[in-house]
């Protein structure tokens, strides 16, 4: 668990878990797309031969392509949660991965720069710093009525708003990356596929979804209350819970499995004040964490830039706004174990994190107090 704590703590060094957890999930999908196909075939489920014969007709490159789509994450999602889908469903999901490798595997799409000119036509998929930005394909026009992002009809988003949500994308990546080649690494990983929506509202929201792991969505980013800050931390936000994801995957979930979980009971979470379920708490922790040390270090780098007195009481303000709900009395963990029973190793993570930033809010108390 310490590990997964290092990759969210802006070192230097980009932490070897942040590319050693992908590597691993596509062997573990490896591993579950096989336990899928049998168990498809014991069904006498439809389409496995073709799909057998597309899917290793593939290259290795390939293959890894489709392991790490979100859509064959979904797919695999029951296996995960210990069901066996029907006939039917197997049949469906059958075809829809056939459709993956048909439409989507070993596919050539523009690499947008900021030369590429305005009157270039931006297909509904282009490449960005090698991360796939969906503007309008069947997926990212899906209306799902539970989801923040896609709970309305799409808006069409023309050419000239194509390329400045990829000018956009593009300028809060530099500076990420100028920041911290760690969180610049952390989204190139797991922010693999970025889904762009839009419509009517004036609202802006983004979205990780942990039964698809490797994509995020954004809706309205070219609203004027996405400035170049929010959208930075938005791609970290959402790059972390993927992250996380990826690891309860791997690993073991961070609410134990076979525990009395109380559904019912939704802790107050430490930022917004909203009552939250219990995992969306737990990876709240980690998010805030991760957000907190990104924002340290833009403050620290200003300041020996010796940028504006304007640009560093905002990013002061932003860090102070992150560090709050570590601030809570009491150990961080206590606010969210009487919902459910949180695994020991994590608990111990939550606590460390809080320490780590309540540590740093002290320090810069002391700081203050020696130049009064």
Partial sequence: MM?????????????????????????????????YIIRAQIASATGVQSFLAKYNALTKSEKIDFLLRAEVCEVLT?????????RASINIQIESMICIIDERVGRTHIEWTPEVRPEIVINDIVMLRGIEIDFGTPRAQRINHESSVSHLQPSPIDNGERHKVLRQLDNALREIQHTSNTYYALIEAYARVIIIRKNSMDM?????VSDAIGEISLLNPLHSLFSNQMLMETLIHESTHNYLSTFERLEFPFIMRGSEYRHNIRPTSLWSGRPIKSEPFIHAVFVYFSLFNFVKLQLDK?????????????LQSNLNRLASGFLYPGKISHYVSYACLIDPQVRICLDNMQAIVRSHVEHMARDSLAYV
Avoid: H
């Avoid at 029951?78 to 029907?86: E, Q």
């Avoid at 802006?204 to 990780?208: G, H, R």
């Avoid at 200003?302 to 905002?314: D, F, G, M, R």
């Fill in 302 to 314: 200003s300041k020996k830039s010796a940028e504006s007195a304007t640009i560093v009481n905002a």
């Fill in 78 to 86: 029951s296996l995960y949660n210990g069901i066996t889908p029907d």
């Fill in 3 to 35: 590990q997964l704590m290092s990759g969210i703590s802006g070192t230097p060094v980009t932490p070897k878990i942040i590319n050693e957890l992908n590597v691993q999930y596509i062997l573990k999908t490896e591993m579950w797309l096989d336990e």
């Fill in 204 to 208: 802006i929201a983004s979205e990780q």
